[in-house]
């Protein structure tokens, strides 16, 4: 598959499970990881609110909450791993190719908004995190963390497996934490059973519990979990998808009971601690902090607790930015350079958490937390649905569409979801305009209710009301009237080479003679990229500049040698714009450049040469590998 038209190209299919001689461990554990990064969305800092004020109100009544929320949890991720696996999709491509283009857009930004909100969470949580282990200031904590930003692209150097190797040992040190918290909460397990016997006591019960599922089933994740079930390479056959089917379910199975092992600690320590003292009304993080140390009479519990919610928030972010990027490339097919992307997505969240801090004061961030699962319950509906429909279409699952039973199964949990969820901001929106505000602000948040049921609609029929698989393959391949009759093979006289003077070269330049002809020039580019050409340009005369024009030479005269006319360039400072400024300035008719540009850092910070390039020259490029 072309890796232009693919979730995350450059990880795409990266981890091959087709190796045979493989034992069936190796086979199993190949296939395991994309669950544990998707995992991390069900335990970052906006599901911790809930948990704390649901077990510091209700004891362990509401545990049973928790088990559901992950069981539909389990359900939907295995439903978006099926349609990565099974059509080579991610949802926001499966989505372009159905929906029209205005509602795709719409869908695009709420998507984002999600996104957005989610990375607002884990912003909030670690600069909580931060502030409760060192004491530092919120607005401090919460600017630190653009810095993390950088953390993403170190590992997305290491490939896939390293990803989800660091995530998996985040995950690992929140588990531990809770662990150690709770053999020193010492809750009566006899009395923890009971929570899983389905009441709601009362309506504020009632309320929490419904927070509780807003906060465990994330939008943003079935968005992941579709594309990176397609970073491992699988048999194209049946039992080969069979078998990707079996062990990413599996996978899915373990990483959500680690989430939901850590969602339940959360509430039972909360219960153990906190109901049990009286304390009934700690919902923030910092309070269930404060009061820790002095209740469990240990030092370590606070710290523990501290540890913990950085490393959910610190998960959770990148598994968030890789969210942003797959919505970014299925709904736009743009493609930005991940430091930029992860940029943009921090800024989003860091601009309205230190507006909030500064204008409302730092006591006012629990409410932020509360309205940025709000915000990610409004998202859920538009993910969920169009899902559903996607893995129950027969003409474009083939056999691997759910069966009845599930359908049926996976509609009920989104009425319910979908239910719950607009109940929830329903309230919240009822209780902002009965206290008074403004007109103005009345009128938006009516029109946006009318547009949100609107879409709601949209989104639940129309892929009932058209055929979309038909316009699915129509879209990839739009049929043209193509004649091969009068084809013209063309002729190309100044051919570039942008070369780096390493090994690749060669491979360049015998494709570009291969491209040739009797008459062709060929223009040899190479950019100095010293420290004093980059501030010098053509001026830099130092080691590094007289070394690279040396090697020019030498190059231009082992072509002449063989008779063929030769020319070299050469550039300074931005490598990318220097090569389109010679191409364009000696009026280039073909481009041969090498598929391997930097490395390091400097890949970071420029992006890579070779897509910069071709999407500024209008000519034919050939990208050697």
């Known amino acids: 598959m072309n890796h232009q038209h693919t979730s995350l190209g450059e990880v795409h299919q990266s981890v091959d499970t087709t190796v045979t001689s493989s034992g069936r461990w190796k086979k199993m554990l190949a296939f395991f990881g994309p669950a ?26 509401l545990l049973w909450v928790l088990l559901m929320s992950n069981l539909m949890a389990l359900l939907l991720q295995s439903l978006s791993a099926r349609l990565g696996i099974v059509r080579g999709r991610d949802l926001a491509q499966a989505n372009r190719e159905t929906y029209p283009p205005g509602v795709n857009f719409i869908l695009y930004i709420l ?11 884990e912003v909030l949580g670690m600069a909580i995190g931060i502030q409760l282990l060192t004491g530092l200031p919120l607005q401090w904590g919460v600017s630190i963390t653009v810095f993390d930003t950088f953390l993403l692209l170190v590992l997305q150097r290491y490939g896939i497996r390293k990803m989800e190797a660091f995530i998996i040992a985040l995950v690992a040190i929140v588990g531990l934490s809770f662990l150690t918290e709770l053999i020193m909460a010492k809750p009566v397990m006899s009395e923890v059973v009971t929570g899983f016997v389905p009441r709601i006591p009362d309506n504020t019960a009632l309320y929490i519990a419904i927070g509780i599922i807003g906060a465990t089933v994330m939008p943003h994740n079935l968005y992941l979990h579709s594309a990176l079930v397609q970073t491992r390479k699988i048999r194209q056959d049946e039992a080969g998808i069979k078998q990707a089917l079996r062990l990413n379910f599996i996978d899915s199975a373990i990483a959500l009971n680690l989430a939901f092992f850590v969602n339940a600690a959360i509430l039972i320590l909360a219960a153990a601690v906190f109901f049990k003292s009286g304390q009934t009304n700690v919902a923030e993080i910092q309070d269930a902090h404060k009061l820790l140390e002095g209740l469990l009479s240990n030092k370590w519990a606070p710290i523990l607790f501290a540890i913990a ?16 990027q797959i919505v970014m490339e299925g709904y736009l097919k743009l493609r930005i350079n991940p430091w930029l992307r ?35 319950s409004l998202q859920l509906g538009f993910a969920v649905i169009p899902l559903i429909h996607f893995v129950s279409d027969k003409k474009t699952m083939g056999k691997f569409a759910v069966k009845v039973p599930v359908k049926i199964l996976s509609w009920l949990i989104t009425v319910v979801l979908v239910y719950l969820n607009t109940r929830m901001v329903f309230t919240e929106a009822m209780h902002y305009m009965e206290s008074g505000g403004s007109i103005w602000v009345d009128i938006i948040i009516s029109v946006l209710g009318i547009g949100f049921v609107v879409l709601l609609f949209i989104t639940v029929f129309y892929p009932l009301a058209t055929k979309y698989a038909a316009k699915s393959t129509t879209n990839i391949h739009p049929a043209t009237a193509v004649s091969l009759e009068n084809i013209k093979i063309p002729q190309y006289n100044r051919i570039a080479l942008a070369l780096d003077f390493s090994r690749d070269d060669e491979a360049i330049i015998a494709n570009a003679i291969a491209h040739g002809n009797e008459h062709t020039r060929y223009l040899l580019i190479h950019i100095v990229e010293s420290a004093s050409a980059r501030y010098l340009g053509g001026e830099s005369d130092d080691l590094e500049t007289r070394k690279d024009k040396e090697q020019m030479e030498t190059y231009v005269r082992l072509m002449k040698n063989k008779n063929l006319h030769a020319e070299g360039f050469l550039g300074y400072r931005h490598r990318a714009e220097e090569i389109v400024r010679i191409v364009k300035a000696e009026k280039a008719d073909f481009l041969v450049l090498g598929g391997h540009g930097h490395t390091g850092i400097k890949d970071w910070i420029y992006g890579e040469t070779t897509n910069q390039v071709r999407h500024k020259v209008k000519i034919p490029v050939l990208v050697v590998q």
């Open 309 to 324: 919610l950085i490393a959910a928030g610190q998960s959770s972010t990148v598994t968030g930015t890789l969210a942003g």
């Open 342 to 376: 992860r940029l943009l997505t921090r800024l989003l969240a860091i601009v309205p958490a230190l507006l909030v801090i500064q204008i409302a004061g730092a006591d006012k961030v629990g409410e932020l937390l509360v309205f940025s699962q709000v915000l990610l």
């Open 111 to 121: 998507a984002e908004i999600a996104i957005a909100a989610t990375d607002l969470a």
């Open 36 to 61: 544990y990064l998707v995992s991390v969305g069900y335990m970052d800092p906006g599901n911790w609110a809930t948990d704390l004020a649901g077990g510091s109100q209700y004891g362990y009544t």
